[in-house]
DNA sequence: GGCCAGGTTCGCT
DNA sequence: AGCGAACATGGC
């Protein structure tokens, strides 16, 4: 597999499964990431690694599973392209940062950082709202209860790997079986509310990929539990759209503050203000922000 | 122990 | 419209 240069593989795997190490089901250990795939119902684990370089980047990805024909790999190796973002060409997001120094340097730091995609609408929704306010470290426990609890398994060579839940499985699981894991009643209910709905159909979010950034936002908001941060996390992280901009984020907020306001945190009002300048490539400043701030990057101040 | 975390809803002026 | 409380939990 040969992604968009510049590819770094290892930042945007670690992006993806948070810091290095597990992360619910998947996990990204000595530069092997291991991701058990839900590809149409089949259960599929894949390892991928990288062979290349960040200017020269190549990936090789190993695919094992018990019912493996050629239509289930094919759609696996799709999948893993669209969560490794690797066709994603970053020159227009590159060329944007070099006006502001700050942001260039940052992405000099982070260059061949893509941004990795959630597999499905779902999946990214549930996960958006598992996160709304609460700290990423309990977000991080609440998520690996959730996915040992109700996600598939496939036991390979006598390693248990796992994958997110379906929609059905949280939908049985009840409010109570998901206020059980830890999760306050409102969330609860929110999940299960949504799961539900995909289960029976009420519901397409993967039908929404098709729709403008209004349809999307207005069709997601109508649900309980999903508003403008969760709609824009959503564009950057499940639909691969480049110009989200999760308004009112706080950590966003108070990165932006160090850079651009000698330290003090912005209001979400002049955070949205100030990033009309990257559109349209916010989606792109956001990850780039976020993981300065996961891997300790110093940030310079005004 | 108090306060806060990568929000959203709900009920009150 | 706009404001504050509630939500649930772990870490500092």
């Not at 999948?79 to 020159?91: F, N, Y």
């Not at 609890?149 to 929609?167: E, K, T």
């Not at 999760?183 to 929404?208: A, C, H, M, N, P």
């Amino acid at each position: 597999m040969h992604p968009t240069p510049p590819y770094h593989f290892d930042l945007t795997a670690g992006f993806a499964t948070f810091f290095q190490g597990r992360y619910g089901g998947d996990i990204f250990e000595e530069g092997i990431l291991h991701k058990l795939l839900d590809v149409n119902g089949h259960l599929c684990l894949s390892r991928v690694h990288s062979l290349g370089t960040v200017a020269a980047p190549e990936l090789e990805v190993e695919l094992t599973g018990p019912i493996l024909n050629n239509s289930v790999l094919d759609a696996a190796r799709q999948q893993i392209a669209w969560i490794l973002g690797i066709e994603q060409d970053l020159t227009g997001f590159y060329r944007l940062v070099k006006e502001d120094d700050a942001l260039a340097s940052l992405a000099e730091a982070m260059r061949g950082l893509h941004i990795p995609h959630v597999a499905s609408i779902y999946e990214a929704l549930v996960l958006a709202i598992l996160g709304q306010q609460i700290s990423s470290h309990v977000a991080q426990v609440l998520r690996t209860l959730l996915i040992e609890r109700y996600g598939q398994s496939l036991d390979i060579d006598g390693v248990l790997y796992r994958s997110f839940p379906r929609p059905d499985a949280l939908a049985s699981a009840g409010v109570d079986g998901l206020h059980a894991l830890g999760f306050s009643v409102r969330k609860s209910e929110y999940i299960w509310e949504i799961s539900r709905q995909v289960t029976s159909g009420t519901l397409d979010l993967e039908g929404l990929r098709a729709r403008s950034d209004e349809e999307v936002a207005q069709a997601l908001i109508a649900l309980r539990g999903v508003g403008p941060w969760t709609v824009h996390w959503l564009f950057i992280r499940a639909f691969g759209r480049t110009d989200g901009f999760p308004y009112g984020d706080l950590a966003l907020c108070r990165i932006m503050g160090q850079l651009f306001n000698a330290g003090t945190p912005f209001t979400p009002e002049q955070a949205l203000d100030y990033s009309r300048r990257w559109s349209p490539y916010r989606s792109y400043v956001t990850a780039y922000l976020f993981a300065a701030k996961r891997s300790g990057y110093a940030f310079p101040s005004v």
